[in-house]
């Protein structure tokens, strides 16, 4: 229980980085390269959505990993880039659950 709202509030303290980021970071005369993106999880899969992917831009989840038993990181995987709207998936392996979930850009 005690993991389930410690992953609930990093998630949402991360969507709020991750909107507060491209709020600061939206150009002022030309079209943003990526927009309506968040993340999510469920089980042991992170996911990475953006609606809006366009001059040549791209994304992909990066999902952080860690060991159940003893508590600690144990590794990190990425989902495949994604270069128009749609939703970049990766998992943790039996016998690890989710640390954190975020998008990795290039725009």
């Not at 969507?15 to 042991?44: E, F, H, K, M």
Request: glycine fraction near 14%; hydrophobic fraction near 35%.
């Amino acid at each position: 229980m005690a993991d389930t709202i410690r992953r609930t509030a990093k998630a949402l303290a991360v969507g709020g980085l991750v909107t507060a980021g491209l709020v600061l970071a939206a150009p002022g005369t030309a079209q943003a390269a990526l927009g309506g993106c968040s993340t999510n999880y469920s089980g042991r899969t992170g996911t990475a959505k953006c609606t809006t992917v366009t001059n040549g831009s791209s994304f992909r989840v990066k999902v952080v990993c860690y060991k159940i038993t003893t508590g600690s990181i144990s590794r990190t995987v990425y989902g495949g880039w994604r270069t128009s709207a749609g939703t970049s998936s990766a998992g943790c392996p039996i016998g690890e659950d989710i640390d954190d979930v975020t998008i990795q850009k290039v725009v």
